[in-house]
């Protein structure tokens, strides 16, 4: 970690003008900007990359800032301002994919056995646009099920988490023996220990629910981000990774 390169700085001044004017100005962007559920009213194609900009508190904004000041900085000075965008883009744009994929096939399994149980379409709408619904319908599927096809569809994907994912995978893999350490764990560890541990916690929590870091966290999107940054760095250590710059 040491001086900030130039690309890094501009997305981190980028990032915060979001952040005050959508926090500090009142200035409400989340309905065009914050990734949403593709069923949703909102939702539109640009929002895979303008989610990465938006931030849901002042804390998520300054770890994934830092994280990008931190990881980004040391990969853009050693590939370049366009190799570390095209990275940086793509594995936040992938992030998004992927965690939209992980949703869309969880919103239609219970989509299917609410139509399965004979729950009209129309009910299903009033459901996911209120949050109301018949309670005979706790016959046959239960009210976690419910609140997780409600908040799919209404809530959306905020953060540049996804991207700083891919950046944390490729600092890891090209600087595997750098030490890092959590704040609630200051312990150092090697990076090639450290960041794979942090994602299988990521993956843990996305399966089963039960997330160490708090709730309303992506956790598909930061696995999704890894996996792409993973992809790309493996393709490019055995193609032109040393040759585009």
């Known amino acids: 970690m040491g001086k900030i390169t130039d690309t890094v700085k501009h997305l981190i001044i980028l990032n915060v003008i979001f952040f005050a004017a959508s926090s500090l100005l009142g200035v409400n962007l989340g309905n065009w900007l914050a990734l949403y559920f593709p069923k949703n009213e909102h939702f539109g194609i640009w929002q895979f990359i303008s989610h990465m900009f938006m931030h849901g508190s002042f804390m998520h904004i300054l770890f994934n800032m830092y994280a990008l000041w ?3 900085s040391p990969l853009e000075q050693m590939w370049g301002r366009n190799k570390f965008i095209f990275f940086y883009f793509s594995a936040g744009i992938g992030a998004g994919l992927i965690y939209t994929a992980v949703n869309y096939f969880q919103f239609n399994n219970i989509f299917d056995d609410l139509i399965n149980a004979g729950i009209s379409n129309t009910e299903i709408q009033t459901l996911l646009e209120t949050g109301r619904y018949n309670t005979d319908i706790l016959n046959q599927i239960s009210e976690k099920r419910l ?3 409600y908040q799919t569809y209404n809530t959306p994907a905020v953060g ?11 600092f890891g893999m090209s600087f595997p023996n750098a030490k890092l350490a959590l704040i609630f764990f200051p312990v150092p560890v090697a990076a090639k220990y450290f960041i794979p541990v942090l994602i299988a916690l990521d993956l843990f929590s996305g399966v089963t629910g039960f997330s160490l870091f708090g709730g309303g966290i992506a956790h598909f999107a930061h696995v999704g981000g890894a996996l792409i940054g993973f992809i790309m760095m493996q393709y490019w250590k055995r193609t032109q990774f040393n ?3």
């Open 70 to 72: 931190a990881f980004g």
């Open 243 to 245: 040759r585009w710059n």
């Open 160 to 170: 540049a988490s996804g991207a700083i994912y891919g950046v944390l995978v490729a």
């Open 147 to 149: 609140t997780d096809l």
